[in-house]
């Protein structure tokens, strides 16, 4: 007995909640990173249902090209976050709000 | 190469272009190269140059006379403007009127170039005023070599624009700056009635070489005739300094006195008598045009003279009889004697620039004293320069057998021979103002007692030479056109303007020639009882008739209304619109709009709060609204 798609798609909607909130509550922005991460997972999570469910490959594809991109994503990110991080000793998000007026 | 084959191009041995191109290698080189030229090379270089051009004009002329009779020898060198219908070529001409200037141009530029090789001695410029001296040559050549009238105008344009540099060469000081722009200025005016006047010709005869417009001059209709002559007499007007354009003329004398010599005395000046000669088909083609001609000369030769006599600067004085004698020449021209005028303009050529060096030795004598009130008695400290000026005195005064009594009789008595006796009376009138104002300044500077306690010293070896050629040429002048009817320069010009008539006016020449001197004694006889006699206190005649005495040095207040009629409202109206119209209505519109926006913009930056998380919120709910639209919709 196959498991019903709609379990799928919670567990995928209750990570991305975690994981937005994770974004808009968090100061830490290797946290805020981690959160980024579980997001797109939550996304990954729900396009590998939606291909078993209508036995179409394209959706695992898509999720091969976000993990990749995410991969991508990740070193120019830490990257980011490490040099910030030494310039002003903190990785508080809040503390770096430079771009305004 | 020869383009523009549809006309009969005559090309004579050699090509005339030369003669322009040697001044114009030397202020490109000198231009280019002024700043590396040590101690008076540069002087010596570029005096070699315009004898080189002399000479090779002598050569021209020897060639001319060698011809076969034609009238004109033409070189086109190539076609220069070409478009739709309208096509000029850079053509050079060579006849009598072209070799006449361009001869008197070159001789009397290479004596003033070597003569400023002394009076310009340690100045910083040294070179580059060689260069501008050279360039000026340069243009003065192409006007007078020039086949059609947009070449022409190229050459009048710049003799401008070097007049402009020279004048104002020492432009550190405020009156030399200004008197350039001045020049600039004013000429300009006649300018542009010029360049229609060559937009008219254009127009009328599909051509601007003069072969083409000359020969179908005497087609014009009176009243065309009438249009086409005042505008290039305009020209003439501005460039030749005749009333009512003649105001930039006394100032230009800010410029080095070598410059007011050659540029402001003998050539350029000369450059709008040769133009209406030049252009004496169209001229002849309007009674009315002739007449304005004269009267503005004769005119302009009276007030002149009568401001002349007021002066007390020496180089203002010579200027203001520049303006007279050109009154002269352009009267001549008005009465028909061309070749009485060009007579003229060559003999006041040599005997002007003599003067002008004259005066210019005096200043290097007396370290650059122009105010003939505090000279006087230099005869015995400066014998050359004193020697050298007596001859251009009486020269210009018109005592015989000196070139000025030839040329300026000539010119006088064709009002005579045209029957036209207020004319001739004026003229008189006209001849014995030189003679005093002449006689006056020489009494003032070189005899009576010195009235300044400087020791003056004569003119040192080149200057000297210059003096000496000049005051020669001045002397023996009159060798040229003994005779108005068949002496040699009227015999010479005589393919440009026809055979002279006989005269037929009521007076013989003899009686003619005999008036004209007797005028002249007489000019010279009343300065000499005010003056030179001792028995008249001048000085105190000065300040009893002060009011016209300041009258006459004022040259009758007409830069005065100038300034106060036309400068001053010009200037208003433009301080209301720099400082009113543009600051308060133009800048007041761009600033209000300026100020709207950043109003706008000031609310709307609140928005930036450089927060990340905010903007992620920001992100967040607008996704949510996308979506729930989406949801609504579908």
Redesign the interface.
Same mark, same amino acid.
């Given at each position: 007995m196959r498991t019903p798609i709609s379990f799928f798609l919670l567990l995928s909607a209750v990570l991305f909640t975690l994981g937005t909130l994770g974004v808009l509550l968090r100061r830490n922005a290797l946290v805020i990173f981690m959160s980024i991460e579980l997001q797109l997972n939550a996304v990954n999570l729900a396009l590998v249902a939606f291909s078993r469910q209508w036995g179409n490959l394209n959706g695992q594809v898509l999720a091969f090209f976000s993990m990749v991109v995410a991969a991508a994503e990740v070193v120019v990110g830490l990257a980011i976050i490490v040099s910030l991080y030494r310039k002003r000793r903190s990785a508080d998000v809040d503390e770096a709000s430079l771009l305004r007026w | 190469m020869v383009i523009g084959a549809d006309l009969p191009a005559i090309n004579s041995a050699m090509p005339i272009w030369i003669v322009p191109l040697f001044p114009l290698t030397g202020a490109l080189v000198l231009l280019l190269t002024g700043r590396r030229w040590r101690g008076l090379l540069s002087g010596w270089f570029a005096s070699f140059l315009v004898g080189a051009s002399f000479v090779s004009t002598i050569v021209l002329l020897l060639d001319f006379l060698g011809g076969d009779g034609e009238a004109a020898l033409v070189n086109r060198l190539y076609q220069w403007v070409a478009a739709g219908s309208f096509s000029v070529d850079v053509a050079f001409r060579v006849d009598p009127l072209a070799l006449v200037m361009a001869l008197t141009v070159s001789g009397v530029a290479t004596l003033i170039h070597i003569y400023s090789i002394d009076y310009m001695r340690g100045d910083p410029r040294f070179a580059r005023f060689f260069a501008y001296l050279n360039l000026f040559v340069f243009f003065m050549l192409v006007l007078v070599l020039a086949n059609n009238f947009l070449l022409l105008f190229v050459g009048w344009e710049g003799v401008g624009l070097c007049s402009y540099l020279l004048i104002g060469f020492w432009f550190e000081r405020k009156p030399a700056a200004d008197a350039a722009k001045k020049a600039f200025i004013v000429t300009r005016i006649g300018d542009s009635a010029f360049l229609i006047g060559i937009v008219f010709i254009w127009l009328r005869f599909q051509s601007l070489d003069f072969e083409v417009v000359f020969a179908r001059a005497p087609e014009l209709a009176a009243g065309t005739a009438t249009v086409l002559a005042l505008l290039l007499f305009a020209g003439a007007v501005g460039k030749s300094a005749q009333l009512p354009l003649h105001t930039w003329l006394p100032d230009a004398m800010e410029g080095p006195t070598p410059v007011s010599a050659l540029i402001h005395a003998a050539t350029m000046v000369t450059a709008g008598v040769y133009l209406v000669v030049r252009a004496h088909p169209i001229f002849e083609a309007s009674e009315v045009a002739l007449t304005i001609v004269a009267t503005v000369g004769i005119v302009t030769a009276i007030y002149a003279g009568l401001s002349a006599i007021g002066q007390d600067d020496i180089k203002r004085m010579l200027a203001y009889s520049t303006i007279s004698q050109l009154g002269f020449m352009f009267f001549g021209a008005g009465m028909g004697a061309y070749s009485a005028a060009i007579f003229l303009l060559v003999a006041h050529a040599f005997f002007k620039a003599m003067l002008f060096l004259g005066a210019g030795s005096v200043m290097h004598g007396l370290r650059g004293e122009t105010d003939m009130m505090r000279m006087g008695g230099l005869r015995r400290a400066m014998p050359l320069t004193f020697w050298t000026w007596v001859i251009g005195w009486l020269a210009m005064a018109g005592i015989p057998p000196l070139s000025g009594f030839f040329a300026k009789d000539q010119v006088v008595a064709s009002a005579s021979e045209n029957g036209r006796l207020w004319f001739w009376i004026a003229a008189l009138v006209g001849s014995l103002l030189t003679a005093v104002y002449m006689s006056r300044a020489t009494f003032m500077t070189f005899f009576g007692r010195p009235r300044s306690e400087q020791k003056p010293h004569d003119a040192p070896p080149r200057m000297g030479l210059a003096l000496v050629v000049l005051a020669a040429a001045a002397a023996f002048g009159g060798i040229l056109g003994l005779s108005a009817v068949n002496g040699i320069l009227p015999a010479f010009l005589e393919p440009v303007f026809g055979a002279a008539e006989e005269p037929h006016g009521p007076l013989t020449v003899l009686a003619l020639a005999l008036a004209s001197s007797a005028v002249a004694v007489v000019g010279i006889g009343i300065a000499y009882l005010v003056y030179g006699s001792g028995r008249i206190d001048w000085v105190a005649l000065r300040s009893r008739f002060a009011g016209a005495k300041r009258a006459s040095q004022r040259g009758f207040y007409v830069d005065d209304v100038y300034t106060g009629g036309l400068v001053a409202p010009a200037k208003l109206g433009s301080a209301f619109l720099a400082y009113v119209f543009d600051r308060r209505v133009l800048d007041g519109a761009v600033n209000g709009l300026g100020r709207i926006i950043g109003a706008f913009a000031g609310r709307g !930056?609140a928005v930036?709060?450089? !927060?990340? !998380?905010s903007y992620? =919120?920001a992100v =967040?709910l607008g996704v949510v609204g996308v979506l729930s639209y989406l949801v609504v919709r579908f």
């Open positions: - | !930056r930036q709060t450089g !927060r990340v !998380r992620a =919120l =967040l």
